[in-house]
Structure formats: C-alpha cells, structure tokens
C-alpha cells in the first residue's frame, strides 16, 4: 500500500513523550511490570476505599494510603512511590525513582519525556501520566491484556487551566466507547480521533491493521508511544509498525479518503463549544472542541462515515446534539442518518444549557478564574439561545452500510437512561444479529424460546381476578422492561421452541374468537381475526427485536 500524505512518525515532538528509543521502552515496560504496577497492583495497594476515591480524582485518599501501606510494609514502598509520581502528580526524590525502576532510571525517564525536574527543590515531577490499563479476557471477546498509557496530566494534578492541545487520558467517555463497541473480527479498523490510543488498544485485539487519525501532533505521539511501550501485548512489532498501525495526522476523513474500513469507532471532539469571530485553532481545546458551530461535528460525522464503511461494515461513536425547543430529541439524528444508512442512536441523558456549560467548563479547570468562568458561561448561553437550544443530548450511535443492494434493517433511537449492563457492546451485537433474522424469515414459522435473563410480573389488586398489569423484565443487556397485553402474555408463556408463532396465534385466535370476552374491533363489532392475528404478531417481532424472545436453534 502506497503511503499515505498523512503518515505520521512521531520521533522527539514537542511536549510529548519519545517513541524512538526502543532499548529505553524496554527497559521501562521490565520496570512496571516486575514493580506490579498493574490494575490490580494498584487497587491492592491504595484499598478499595482510596481506589474509589482516585477513580472520582481526589488524591487525598490514595496519598493517606500509599503512606499507610509503606509504613506496614517497606516492600511496598517502590511501588508506592510510583503511584505518587504518576498517578498523584507527588514530586519524588531521585535516589527514590532510581530504586523503583532501576533498569530504567531517572535518567532514562527524562530522556523518554516522562520526568521533568522542581527547580530548587531536588525533586522530580511527573511531565505526563502514566498509568496502568487493562480488561479481562470475557470483557471483549478479544482476550485480556495489561497495559500502560500515557497522557498528559489531568485537571486534578496541575495547577491552572488546561493546555489547548491537551492529550486526554483514560476518562468516562473513552471508556464508555469501548464497553460500547461491538467486536468482531476486521481485516481494516479505523480510530478517528484516536487520543492517546485507547480505542486502538482494544482494535489491535480482534483487527488485522488499525488506521488512527488526529487533528494533534501530540495525540499521535502520545499514542505512537503507547503502542510501541506495550508492542508485546498488542501483538506488534516495534521495529515493523506499519504492518499494524497506520497513523494518520489530519482533520476527521481527510486522511482516509477514498479508502474503507470494515469498522469505524469514533470518540470525536463533539462538545459544543461557543464560537467567537476570528477564532484561532489554537485557541480550541483538540481533545474536546471541533471547531464547528453547535453539533455539527457529529452530524456531519454521521453523514459522512458511511463514505468509507466497506460493504456491511460499521461505525461507533459517541456525541452530543441539540434538542430545540418544542422538538423531540431524536429529530435532528433522524435528518443526519440517511434512508439508505443502517442506524441505532440511545441517548443516554439529557440536560439543560446551564449544566451543559458548568460540565466543561470544570471540565478544563476554567471555573478557577471567576471572570473567565462568568464570561465563558454567558457566552455558552448565548450560543445555545441563538439556535433556540433547550437541551443537549448525549449518547451512542451505531452506524452500518449495508452490503450491495441489501435492506436497511435497524432504524432505532431511542432513549433509554437507567443504568444498563457493561460492556454492552456484546448485547448490542446480540440485537443487530436480531434484526437481521427478522429481515430474512417470517415470523409466522418461526420457533421461539424465552430468552434466559426474562422474568415476568403480575399485579393485581387484591380481590380481582385477573392481573391489571403483566411486565417482561430483562435482568441482563438493555435491561428492557415491557408492558404486555393478556393476550401477548399468553404467548410469551407457550414459546418452549415446540409450536411455530403462527400456530401460536392460531391457537390463541381461535381460544379468543370463540370467547365470550372476545376483542369485539370487527366490521360489525365482532371478533376481527385478521387484525388480532397481525397485530399480535408485530408485537412478538418487537419481543424478539428487544430480546426477550429468540429463535430456537434448529
């Protein structure tokens, strides 16, 4: 494959960590490995208390811990020490850093980029964050790894507001994107606004080559360091990068023109961000703000991903958008995804102007100057009331090109806001796969079984009869609850995988059309067979779609 104008090689850039010293990268990745400076290593450490605190960015707990476990067991103080460096943003002594990690020294972590000196003071100090990531094998499918990222410093361990060209590290949404993804293997990933590479850590699991682009020079250095610190976990080969990564250095598609992938994630900058006349890019935070007006960043994302999805293949992303007054919030998703487009939007929550703009500005620590905090939340407001803005949504988006000539077989938004099971990412497979069936076969011959998390509810007030409400309860995935008719229960309770649907609702046509109770919605006031009999079974559709019910296997 020719190489692209946006190759991009990362080497000594600017405030960034160096990636074009393998012997030192070695040498490190022996260090925090022998040190156990893992996950678990951590949490073993600071206790579950302190762990839970540092996950919320309070330090204090954890620095009242790792005191404690040195002062019970001197063993533990290299590990400790570490942990305050990096994750504590604590200067530590020399002759201390030199003892953690002797393979690689303080002199080795100053060249990498990873350490900078306290004038006056002997010390040293974290110049970026360094910390240890990882899932287990059932989390993705991919099997499990340890790793270390590097990023640049959090609001929470720096004084100040955060540089323009901030390099996130692992947060909420990162996080949430990769519990989000669906996994299969694919010969060609795409990581569109890599970051500092986490998303391409878990592509590199379960894809043959991973293309990652960002509009940073020090994104792709940060994650071309990453890759290359943890190249045996990822299965690369430092000294052949190319054969697995591709980093690409540019603004949304441009990089990939012409070319497709056969899956696409995307954690875009797609916070809404006032735009002021003149506005230089520079003065934009990269790692948030795209530097377009409102939410065009992600309509235009979803408009345009489908330009480089291979035949079936599919793109995740996370994103904001607005919901004008007086609008539903799926209507503006619904004009970006077009008719010709497979597409699944979940808003996950929605607030108002006001917490919209008290989210980020904390969010870059620009609420420490009450000024610029005051004239930065004026000016938020006055963006979203120019565009008649009443909330802002955000959430999921699941995105496929169907093969040539195929149907569109998922148009779903919906909103769903109560805690879900993680990493949904397999669920929402489960579901696509779903949809799918419902395309190819006909309902009436299929055989169906209750699907094993469902259980169902029956209240009644005392002394009737018959229940008033019957709900179907999903325990695991979307974690779905549906409200049933008498008559959709009656056929959720006969799907053992023995009668097909249609024998089914035959059944329950005839019980019901020689009742003496019977649904009286005919011509003449009587029993309409046809009616009952389709729309009982588009709602056994819907159970199937939601996954309460599921085709017994042949």
């Known amino acids: 494959m020719p190489r692209s104008p946006y190759e991009f090689t990362a080497g000594n850039t600017p405030d960034a960590p160096r990636s074009d010293l393998p012997e030192l990268l070695t040498a490190l990745a022996a260090d925090l490995r022998r040190l156990g400076y893992t996950l678990d290593g951590v949490a073993r450490l600071l206790g579950p208390s302190a762990s839970a605190a540092l996950n919320r960015d309070q330090t204090i707990p954890a620095l009242l811990a790792a005191e404690r476990a040195v002062r019970e067991d001197e063993g533990a103080a290299a590990l400790a020490a570490v942990v305050r460096l990096w994750l504590l943003a604590e200067p530590q002594k020399r002759e201390t850093l030199d003892a953690a990690l002797p393979g690689i020294r303080v002199r080795g972590l100053l060249e990498l980029g990873l350490l900078q000196p306290v004038p006056g003071s002997g010390r040293l100090a974290a110049k970026a964050d360094l910390r240890p990531y990882g899932w287990d094998a059932n989390e993705d499918g991919s099997g499990g790894a340890e790793l270390w990222v590097a990023s640049d410093l959090a609001a929470h361990q720096q004084p100040g507001v955060l540089r323009h060209d901030h390099v996130l590290g692992i947060g909420q949404a990162s996080t949430t994107l990769v519990q989000t993804t669906i996994r299969r293997h694919t010969e060609r990933a795409l990581d569109l606004g890599t970051g500092c590479g986490i998303q391409s850590f878990h592509l590199l699991h379960h894809c043959e080559h991973v293309t990652a682009t960002d509009i940073s020079e020090r994104a792709l250095a940060f994650t071309r360091f990453n890759i290359l610190l943890n190249a045996e976990a990822l299965a690369v080969d ?13 603004s949304l598609l441009d990089p990939v023109a012409g070319e497709e992938f056969g899956l696409v994630v995307s954690n ?23 530097g377009m007006p409102g939410d065009e960043i992600v309509s235009s994302l979803v408009r345009a991903l489908p ?17 004008p007054a007086g609008a539903e919030w799926q209507e503006r998703p619904q004009s970006w995804a077009g008719p010709a487009v497979d597409a699944w939007f ?14 980020w500005l904390q969010d870059a620590s620009e609420s420490r100057d009450r000024q610029h905090y005051r004239d930065a939340y004026e000016a938020y407001l006055a963006d979203f009331e120019s565009r008649q803005v009443e909330g802002i949504g955000f959430g999921m988006v699941w995105l496929r ?38 395309a190819a076969n006909d309902i009436e011959d299929a055989h169906l079984l209750v699907a094993d998390d469902v259980t169902e509810e029956r209240h009644q007030r005392p002394g009737a009869e018959h229940p008033g409400v019957i709900l179907l309860r999903q325990g695991a995935g979307l974690r779905r609850t549906n409200l049933l008719s008498t008559e959709l229960a009656g056929f959720v309770s006969a799907c053992d995988g023995d009668l097909s649907a ?18 009286e919605d005919g011509p003449d006031g009587g029993f309409d067979a046809g009616n009952f009999r389709s729309a009982l079974l588009a709602d056994v559709e819907n159970l199937v779609r939601d996954g309460f019910l599921i085709p017994a296997a042949d």
Request: aromatic share 6%; hydrophobic share 40%.
């Open 307 to 323: 330009s480089v999805l291979a035949p079936a293949g599919t793109a995740q992303l996370l994103g904001n958008w607005e919901v």
């Open 268 to 290: 875009p900058p797609f916070v809404i961000t006032p735009r002021r006349p003149g506005e230089e890019a520079a003065e934009q935070f990269t790692y948030r703000d795209g």
């Open 238 to 250: 430092p000294a052949r990068l190319e054969d697995r990564v591709s980093l690409r250095l540019g």
């Open 346 to 359: 979940i808003q996950r929550e929605q607030v108002s102007p006001e917490q919209y703009a008290e989210t």
């Open 502 to 519: 249609g024998q089914i609702a035959g059944a329950l046509e005839a019980l019901l059309g020689g009742s003496m109770g019977a649904v």
């Open 401 to 438: 090109r169907p093969v040539t000539g195929g149907q569109v077989a998922v148009s779903r938004f919906e909103e769903i806001t109560y805690p879900i099971e993680q990493p949904i990412g397999p669920h929402l497979g489960a579901a696509v796969e779903r949809s799918d069936w419902l």
